[in-house]
């Protein structure tokens, strides 16, 4: 079965630091992986995917993940983080065809101080 | 010139009453979603159409009916609200027969069941 772990609920980082938000899937194929971002009441907007190909994937707002097959992770990363990047991040993989069934992490929220 | 529009924005009612959620997507695409957001953040799916027809059906309560009566349109009606059922319903769409197009969602519905 599909599973997507986010092993940090919480993180803070200071304006202009390197931020890495950590997410390992669980699945039985090649799997296709996603990165969201929630606003405080907004829905969920794309930083991008991975479906095959080039394992380092950008993204929007500079964000990047990279695709690690023997740790099953897909890890999201951005080299200076700005005071609006404070979310909730969640990490997903997609079964079926695609990403037609999304299986969502618990999410990490961001915290950005000053 | 929203893409995944919901209505209402926040919803609050007592317990028993029959309440409906309205989703219009104005993307040309053929599959939409109904996922639940509950309150530590887990998203998790509940419904899909693909062009008007069922395709994913999770383990949801069948107090929960969703109708599309156009692909362009899915909305989601809860018989006999429970306290249970407070939550946050985030609406999407995709172009399910292209394999790359990711979830577009809407910005959530917040259910409040009194």
């Known amino acids: 079965a599909q599973s997507v772990t986010q092993p940090d609920i919480h993180i803070t980082v200071s304006e202009g630091a390197s931020l890495e938000l950590r997410c390992n899937y669980s699945?039985?194929?090649?799997?296709?992986l996603f990165w969201y971002v929630q606003s405080p009441g907004q829905g969920l907007q794309l930083l991008l995917k991975?479906?095959?190909?080039?394992?380092l994937v950008q993204g929007i707002k500079d964000f990047e993940a990279e695709f690690k097959r023997s740790q099953s992770s897909f890890n999201l990363r951005k080299p200076s983080v700005h005071w609006s990047d404070a979310a909730e991040y969640f990490c997903?993989?997609?079964?079926?065809?695609?990403?037609?069934?999304?299986?969502f992490g618990t999410g990490t929220r961001l915290t950005v101080i000053p | 010139d929203t893409a995944v529009s919901q209505t209402p924005k926040y919803l609050v009612t007592q317990m028993g009453n029959d309440k409906s959620i309205k989703c219009e997507q104005n993307?040309?695409?053929?599959?939409m979603y109904w996922y639940k957001q509950d309150s530590k953040k887990f998203l998790k799916i509940m419904f899909s159409?693909?062009?008007?027809?069922?395709?994913i059906n999770e383990t949801v309560p069948n107090r929960f009916s969703p109708k599309s009566p156009d692909k362009a349109h899915l909305n989601l009606h809860i018989n006999s609200l429970e306290l249970g059922d407070s939550a946050v319903y985030f609406c999407?769409?995709?172009?399910?027969?292209?394999?790359?197009?990711?979830?577009?969602f809407g910005n959530g519905t917040r259910l409040t069941v009194t």
């Open positions: 999407a769409s995709s172009q399910l027969a292209r394999r790359n197009s990711p979830l577009h």
């Open positions: 699945y039985g194929a090649t799997p296709y």
């Open positions: 991975y479906f095959s190909g080039d394992t």
């Open positions: 997903a993989v997609g079964a079926g065809s695609g990403a037609n069934n999304l299986f």
């Open positions: 993307l040309g695409h053929d599959t």
């Open positions: 159409y693909n062009n008007k027809e069922l395709i």
